[in-house]
């Protein structure tokens, strides 16, 4: 499905720009500001990832 490919790819992206020692779902609970759950549904693909 076409979202899910947008999805990976905006997650790839994002992992490219932060640094090599920080934890992807920290960044997104403090940018996005939501929970620990909701970011990792997100990260495995169940939630579609909205900005």
Do not use: C, Q
């Not at 920080?22 to 909205?50: K, W």
């Amino acid at each position: 499905m076409i979202t899910n490919k947008l999805n990976e790819g905006l997650i790839e992206a994002i992992k490219e720009k932060i640094p090599a020692n920080s934890n992807i779902a920290n960044v997104l609970m403090d940018n996005l500001f939501i929970g620990r759950e909701a970011v990792y549904r997100r990260l495995r693909g169940e939630v579609p990832l909205f900005l």
